[in-house]
């Protein structure tokens, strides 16, 4: 069974920085394309950055863009997103999201618990 | 960018009941990049149909997706008491890569 776990979520200050780290379980982590995806509280899903399996495409929504870095690890089957100049609607919680197959398909078949992240003074 | 508007809002049935959720598109799209995705109060969403039809690994046959274009359905066609969720159409597209509706509350009449 596959499981995503993230960690690294927790109250920062407007302009500050953290790190999300995700964990895959199983063998086949360089495979697949893995995604964050963030739910503001009360609010909807929104994708925030993408990554393939080898690292050599990314991708990010405009919000983020300038001050989000997704990045991997694969020989530690580990997802990363490092977030510098927070602002309040950066405030969610942050999934790490992996593709359904390695290719061919175009959803997420399997998510993390999901990590908080609060922005405020 | 493509809009996806899911419709109703919020829709009020009782158990054993059939539920008819809407996803549009604000312009035609290829119906393999649609999914759809379950998610309960504290929970993480969960995959229920990809390729706008084909049900997810384990996922009950009660649940179907259809649609081709702009609009595409989401149909549970006997509700059980733990199906009211709140329910996200997903396309895969352009920029941004993937794109969320805002969400459709399947609540207990």
């Known amino acids: 069974e596959v499981q995503l776990l993230e960690s690294g979520g927790g109250l920062v200050q407007p302009g500050g920085s953290l790190r999300l780290s995700c964990v895959a379980s199983?063998?086949?982590?360089?495979?697949?394309?893995m995604s964050w995806v963030r739910q503001a509280p009360g609010k909807g899903l929104e994708w925030v950055s993408a990554?393939?399996?080898?690292?050599?495409?990314?991708h990010y929504i405009d919000s983020v863009k300038g001050r989000f870095t997704i990045s991997r690890d694969n020989s530690k089957n580990t997802l990363y997103l490092q977030m510098n100049s927070l602002r309040a609607d950066d405030t969610a919680v942050y999934y790490c999201a992996k593709k359904t197959a390695p290719t061919g398909t175009y959803s997420f078949g399997y998510w993390g618990q999901g990590t908080l992240v609060t922005v405020s003074s | 960018e493509i809009v996806l508007t899911q419709s109703p809002g919020t829709l009020s049935l009782s158990p054993g009941e059939r539920a008819t959720l809407s996803c549009r598109a604000s312009q035609s799209i290829t119906s393999s990049h649609l999914a759809w995705y379950q998610q309960k109060l504290g929970q993480a969403p969960r995959l229920l149909i990809y390729?706008?039809?084909s049900r997810a690994t384990g996922i009950p046959d009660r649940f179907s997706g259809s649609g081709s274009g702009t609009d595409f359905t989401l149909t549970i066609s006997r509700l059980e008491p733990e199906d009211f969720a709140v329910y996200y159409c997903?396309?895969?597209?352009?920029?941004?890569?993937?794109?969320f509706g805002q969400g459709t509350k399947l609540e207990i009449k």
């Open positions: 390729g706008a039809s």
């Open positions: 997903q396309l895969y597209g352009s920029s941004p890569i993937y794109t």
């Open positions: 990554i393939s399996g080898s690292g050599s495409s990314i």
């Open positions: 199983g063998s086949t982590f360089s495979s697949y394309a």
